[in-house]
């Protein structure tokens, strides 16, 4: 199976603050990686497919990159409604595998 | 617009069995590859099982295989998951997911749309 590692585990941001996670796959995955944001006691929603690939309808301010085994998800500029937990998943091969999230506090 | 919305959770003895249903709305049914994905209190997310669009591939975590028989009812818009021989290490909310690729018959892997999920105790 494909670890997926993301770091930090944690990320203390205040409003208007440019933010990155980091995730790291076990092997290379061909940019089949996904970003998914997801608030207290709901299902997640998807921000990136793709690897880079904006989801419709969500915001510009949320861009994904990278290739191999390490991407990044970047806000670019921090919003309220944006302190949640993030997670990475890698769909490249089954079992589809999620890095273990990094929760968005506001400092 | 997409809605998928779960149910059947509850709580169950050890040992036990018990099956969940998702209602699918708002998009065409036979045309998405689904999934269920479930997180356990406090935890990550889990991918369970895979079943391709037409319902004649099915693929499971590890964790589940054997166990977990996910189906679908093009006729009523329903996915379901048969969920027998449940161990504490079950307990978790269970979400359904549609497939982000539709007309493929497995789809890619990613998760357009979620339901808000549903929770199983297993628990003496």
């Known amino acids: 199976d494909i670890q997926m590692t993301q770091s930090p585990s944690t990320l203390s941001a205040s409003i208007g603050d440019r933010v990155t996670i980091t995730c790291r796959a076990s092997?290379?995955?061909?940019?089949?990686l996904a970003w998914y944001q997801q608030k207290p006691g709901r299902g997640p929603n998807i921000l990136i497919y793709?690897?880079?690939s904006l989801e419709s309808g969500v915001p510009s301010r949320f861009s994904g990159g990278g290739s191999g085994t390490e991407f990044t998800l970047t806000i670019s500029s921090l919003q309220p409604d944006d302190f949640a937990t993030y997670y990475c998943?890698?769909?490249?091969?089954?079992?589809?595998?999620f890095g273990q999230g990094t929760k968005l506090e506001i400092k | 617009q997409v809605q998928l919305v779960e149910s059947g959770g509850g709580v169950v003895q050890p040992g036990g069995s018990l099956r969940l249903s998702c209602a699918a709305s708002g998009f065409t049914f036979s045309y998405y590859a689904l999934h269920w994905v479930r997180q356990a209190p406090g935890k990550g997310l889990e991918w369970v099982a895979l079943i391709s669009f037409d319902g004649s591939n099915r693929y499971y975590a590890d964790s589940v295989r054997g166990r977990f028989t996910i189906s679908r009812d093009g006729s009523k818009n329903i996915l379901y998951l048969q969920m027998n021989s449940l161990g504490t290490e079950d307990t978790a909310v269970y979400y359904c997911a549609r497939d982000g690729r539709g007309g493929t018959l497995l789809g890619s892997g990613y998760f357009d749309n979620w339901g808000p999920g549903t929770l199983i105790t297993v628990s003496p």
């Open positions: 998943q890698q769909y490249n091969s089954s079992p589809y595998t």
């Open positions: 092997q290379s995955i061909n940019r089949q």
């Open positions: 793709k690897a880079s």
